[in-house]
C-alpha cells in the first residue's frame, strides 16, 4: 500500500476531542492495553496531528501522528497500527516469525507465503486457532521480536493448516523502509531479544526445559498473543540497532541494510539442520508444485475426459468436471495457490500454447470452444492418478449458486460526490453503500434542513449532480428524491461471484433467466430458455436433465446475437418442470426467473 509515494491533502493538529476519540476506538480494538499504554500510544498533551492522504492507488486514508511519527492508519473506518506503534508493544498483534532473508522479497512487494513462516514445533490444527482471515497481525525476523511489517492474515488457521503451510500467509499492508516509515523520523529497528533464537541457542543445556516448553507453547498456540495480563511497557528501554550511526548523513537505504544485516548475522548463532531448506527458494517451490499440478490435470483432462460434444464448455465446469477428479489423493488443485492466482490466466496460457482456444459467448462467462489434442499424443497419464481417478460429484447438494449482487457503477456525474470517500470512475458501489455515502455528506456538511427532517438542502456540487433544466430554483429535496436521483445518474451492475473465482462485473441490470413458450409448425409447442450461463448453469446438464425428466427432446442452439450465450429447446411446454428444477435445485431466486406464469394451468 505505500511501496510508492502517497499524497498529502491536509494534515493538521488534531483536536482534543478527536483525540479522546480515537484513544476509545484503540481501547475497544486492543481490549488487553492498560490506562497508561494507551496514554503513552495517544498521550494527552504532546504534539499530535491528523494527515489526509491519497495513496499511488487512488485511496483515501488518514494517518494519526504523534510527535512527526505515524501511530495507526485509518482504512474505512478501521485503525491498523504502524511498526512505530508495534515497536513499542510487539504483541499487539499475532505474530509470524520469518528469516531475514525474506524480508528482500517483502520489500520488494511480495506478500509473505506460508512455507516461510518459522513454527516452534510441529503444525497442528491448534497452532494457528485463534486466527481468522482477514485479522490484523505483525511480521518479525528471526533473532528480534520487534515487528517489521504489519499486515492481513490471507487465510484462516484451520485453513492454514489444512494447506499444509502452503500458500499466502500474510498480505502485507505496511513494512519497514517505505514511504509510510520515511513519512516519520526514519528509525531504525529497535533490539527487543527474541525467546526462540535463545531457547535454540541453548538446546545444548536446557533440552529438557526446551522440550517440555514447546509441548506447552503448541498447546496454548504457537503465535504468540498478548495475554491478558497486558502489554509490557518496558520493552520501549531496549536500544535500536545502530542508534549511534544512524545519523541524518546516512542514506534511507543504508539504514534499512545495517538493520536487515544485523539481524542476518543472528542466524550464525544457530545450529540449523538443514539450511538449505530454510532460504526464500522454498518459498517459491509451492508456486511450482501447484503449476505442476494444473498442467498435469490439464493435459490430463484434455486428453481423455473432454470431448468434442461437450463443446463449448464454460471454463468454471471444465475446471469442476474435468480437471478436479484427475487429482491425486491427499492433494488439493487450487489455482490461487499457484503462480497464475486466476484460472483465466491459466487458460489463456494453455491457449498460447495451442492446447485449447477460449471465447467469451456470454458476458462475463468464458467458455471452451476447440480443443487440440495432438500435441498430447505422447503425453501419459501418471499411475497414480490413471489408476482410480476421482469421479466429480453430482448430487443435488453440490451445485453452489454464484453470488449474485446489484451494484452501481460510479460516473463522470457522480464522481465529485464519491471521490473523497477514495472513488474513482468504474467503480462498482452497493446500494447500501451508495446510501451510507450519500448520508455522511450531506450530515457533514450540514446540509439537513432544520424546519424539516426529510429535507435536504442542496449545495453547488449536489445540485449539479440532480437537477435539471429549468429547476433552477429548487433548493431542498426529500431524502428518498436525492437518493433515487443520484441513483439515475449512475449505471447498473452485476456482481457475480463463484465460488473460487474471482468476481466479474456484467453492465446493465440483471437479466433474469427468460422462460417463453413458442409454437412452431402443426401447432407444437416448445420451451425456449435462455440467459442460464449467469447463474453458472451448465446449459448441457440443464438440457439433459429436462430431457432425462420428462422424456422429450432437448437442443442447444448458440443465439444470433453476440455474447448473448446460447438457447435451449425443449419440446413441449416443460416450464413447470423447468421452474421446479430451477428453484429446488439451483436455488435460482424467484425473482431472476421471468415467464413461470405461462406454464400450463393445472386441472
Known sequence: ???????????????????????????????????????????????????????????????????????????????????????????????????????????SGADLMLPGVIVE?????????????????????????????????????????????????????????????SFG???????????????????????????SSAKMDQQNGDLKVTDDSGIDSRLNEHQPYNSGDATGNQSDNGVLDQAINKCSGSLHKLDMKNDSNNTEEEVMDLLDNMDELLDVCFKCAIKSSVKKSDLPLLTSAFFKNHMIKFCPPGKLLDVKKSSYKKLSKFLQKMQKDGYIKVKELSKGADS???????????????IEI????????????????????????????????????????????????????????????????????????????????????????????????????????MQPVLCIEHAGQTPTYQKGKVEGIKLDIQQRASNKKVTLIENIETFGIDPKELAHTVQVGMACSATIAQLPQKNKGVQIV?????ISYIADLLLNKYKVPRKYINGMEKAPKRR
Request: aromatic residues 8%.
Open 185 to 211: 523520523d526514519k528509525s531504525p529497528i529497535p533490539v527487543i531479544p527474541d525467546g526462540m533464537l535463545m531457547m535454540n541457542e541453548d538446546s545444548d543445556s536446557d533440552e529438557n526445559e526446551q522440550s
Open 121 to 181: 514445533g510441529e503444525v497442528t490444527p491448534y497452532t494457528f486457532r485463534n486466527i481468522k482471515k482477514g485479522d490484523l497481525c505483525s511480521v518479525c525476523l528471526l533473532g528480534n521480536k520487534a515487528p517489521v511489517a504489519v499486515g492481513r492474515a490471507a487465510l484462516s488457521g484451520s485453513d492454514m493448516f489444512d494447506s499444509a503451510m502452503r500458500g499466502k500467509g500474510v498480505q502485507i499492508v505496511h513494512l519497514f523502509g517505505d514511504d509510510l516509515w
Open 570 to 574: 425443449i419440446q413441449g411446454n416443460q
Open 368 to 382: 471452451i470452444v476447440e480443443v487440440d489434442k495432438s500435441q498430447l499424443r505422447d503425453f501419459e497419464l501418471p
Open 1 to 107: 500500500m505505500f511501496h510508492k509515494p502517497f499524497k498529502v491533502k491536509t494534515q493538521t493538529a488534531i483536536k482534543g476531542s478527536e483525540r479522546k476519540r480515537v484513544r476509545n476506538d484503540i481501547e475497544k480494538l486492543f481490549p488487553n492495553l492498560q490506562p497508561a499504554d494507551l496514554l503513552q500510544i495517544i498521550p494527552a498533551k504532546d504534539e499530535m496531528t491528523v494527515a489526509k492522504i491519497y495513496t499511488h492507488s487512488g485511496e483515501s486514508l488518514v494517518i494519526y501522528c504523534v510527535q512527526k511519527n505515524p501511530v495507526f492508519i485509518e482504512v474505512f473506518k478501521e485503525l491498523i497500527p504502524t511498526i512505530y506503534t508495534m515497536w513499542k508493544f510487539p504483541e499487539l498483534l499475532p505474530v509470524f516469525r520469518t528469516y531475514p532473508p525474506v524480508f528482500s522479497k517483502l520489500k
Open 386 to 489: 490413471d489408476s482410480d481417478p476421482v469421479q466429480p460429484l453430482t448430487s443435488e447438494a453440490e451445485f453452489a449458486l454464484p453470488k449474485l449482487t446489484e451494484m452501481y457503477s460510479v460516473t463522470s456525474a457522480v464522481l465529485p460526490l464519491f471521490k473523497p470517500n477514495g472513488l474513482r470512475k468504474g467503480s462498482a458501489v452497493a446500494m447500501t453503500d451508495i446510501r451510507s455515502y450519500i448520508d455522511e455528506y450531506v450530515r457533514s456538511n450540514n446540509m439537513q434542513s432544520d424546519s424539516k427532517k426529510s429535507q435536504v438542502q442542496l449545495d453547488p456540487i449536489i445540485a449539479d449532480i440532480v437537477l435539471t433544466k429549468g429547476e433552477n430554483n429548487v433548493t431542498h429535496l426529500s431524502w428518498e428524491e436525492l437518493f433515487k436521483r443520484i441513483l439515475s445518474k
